[in-house]
Structure formats: C-alpha cells, structure tokens
C-alpha cells in the first residue's frame, strides 16, 4: 500500500501482520496493525479491506457465509426436487411445486391454479 503515492504520504510504519487471531463459524481472523496520520487510519484501512477484497477475487477466495433454513410445522416442510436426467423447464418445476403444495394443503381447500 505504500508503493502508492497517496497512501505513501498516509502511513508512519510498513504494515505489521501479526498472525492468525481466530478461527469464526464462517471467518478466518488475521490482526494486522497499520500506523498512520491521525485520523487516516479510517481512510487506510477502508483502502486495505478493498484491496484484500480485489486480491481475494483474482485468486478466487470466497467469503463463505452462514446459511439457515427455518420450518414452522407441518405446512412448511422442505419441497424436494429430483433434478436427475437433465434440467428441467420452469413449467414442470412449477408443476411440481403446485403438486407438493397440494399434498400439504389442509382438508377442504380445493386447489386455485
């Protein structure tokens, strides 16, 4: 960051990695220490996360994130779709969630589709 003549004029110190801090659900934590002017470390450090961010895409690191899925009884189970044999086309997928709703559906609501 430095090589940089705007940032060069910004930061006292080369940049100090300090190592591994801790490992997260879905993160790797590296602690790192920037000396800059006052109030640029804000400006500096936004710059690194962007160029950390740039890096991580060239080289094709992805930032995984948590997922969760919630269901609430028996109306919301997960609808399984059997894609074996090729791709199929929105109509038959549509088909298929109109029949799993269907089977869901509580006695006497007729189907509206």
Known sequence: MAKRACNKNLLLE????LGVDRFGDSSVVIKARIMTLPIKQWLVGREMNRRIKKRFDQLGIEIPFP???LYFG???QAIRVKLEGGAQTREELKSLIREVLRENEAPGKKDTS
């Open 74 to 76: 028996e109306a919301s």
């Open 67 to 69: 997922h969760r899925s």
């Open 14 to 17: 080369p940049l100090e990695i």
